[in-house]
């Protein structure tokens, strides 16, 4: 979405200055007044390089300098080190608190004794999300949480809900994403309205495609990962 604002603007974007005080605070008011309405900046810190400042938009990240004169798109890299700085700071600002999740509104897996934990947002129509599935059948002892995030296609919904609706919501989870066998249509006295609570749990954890993980200490993973890497992050079984 910010790439497209500043696509659209560019060169007012490039023209524009700020003749007040440089702090965070005027920093914030003056990008937010660049972008215009539709933008709002969740917060402005001195990036430590360069003497720019980093601006969060949502997921987004990009940098001004001191009087906000241009915006900069695009990662930072430590030419020194080859460290990507934009990314490692994205996946900081995207970890969250596992233990906050509301885990009651997904979809629960216990493989062997259950003690490792992956939660996973995924949409019915997912092509990624069917090689996921196949690659976490292969990973034991572990608890897996599915909130079912239907955000692709016009009958997601209708899938998501069909699956949680079904008397074994696991099984009608795996039959369709590994075997591709749909579930029965949900009953007309199903309340439904946990799809939509997950739906919004996404959008504030700013989920903007299928599958998304999230491991115990907080990290995300966004996109496809194999079995191999997702044993890594969660760590040798408990015994």
């Known amino acids: 979405m910010i790439k497209q ?3 659209g603007s560019m060169a007012a974007l490039l023209a524009f200055t700020v003749q007040a005080d440089n702090g965070e605070a005027e920093v914030k008011k003056a990008v937010e007044a660049s972008l215009g309405k539709t933008v709002k900046v969740d917060n402005v810190r001195e990036a430590g390089f360069l003497g720019l400042y980093e601006v969060q938009v949502g997921g ?15 990662d ?7 460290r ?14 596992f233990s906050d999740l509301p885990l009651e509104l997904a979809v629960k897996q216990v493989r062997g004794n259950g003690k490792r934990v992956v939660a996973t947002f995924e949409d ?33 919904a209708d899938k998501a809900k069909s699956v949680w609706c079904a008397p074994d919501k696991a099984k009608a989870w795996n039959d369709l994403m590994i075997a591709g066998t749909a579930p029965a249509s949900a009953a007309a ?20 495609g299928t599958p998304t993980l999230f491991f115990s200490d907080g990290s995300r993973i966004p996109g496809y990962v194999n079995g191999a890497q997702i044993e890594q992050r969660l760590g040798k079984p408990a015994g």
């Open 124 to 156: 019915p129509n997912c092509g990624y999300c069917r090689k996921l599935a196949q690659e976490l059948q292969g990973v034991n002892d572990v608890t897996i949480y599915t909130f079912l995030y239907p955000i692709l296609s016009p009958d997601s």
């Open 76 to 82: 930072v890299v430590d030419a020194k080190s080859r």
């Open 189 to 208: 006295g199903c309340d439904g309205g946990t799809i939509d609570k997950v739906t919004a749990l996404g959008r504030k954890l700013n989920i903007r």
């Open 5 to 7: 604002v500043l696509m």
């Open 84 to 97: 990507n700085l934009t990314e490692e700071r994205k996946n900081r600002l995207a970890q969250i608190k």
């Open 60 to 74: 987004d990240l990009l940098y001004t300098d001191r009087k906000a004169s241009y915006l900069l798109i695009g």
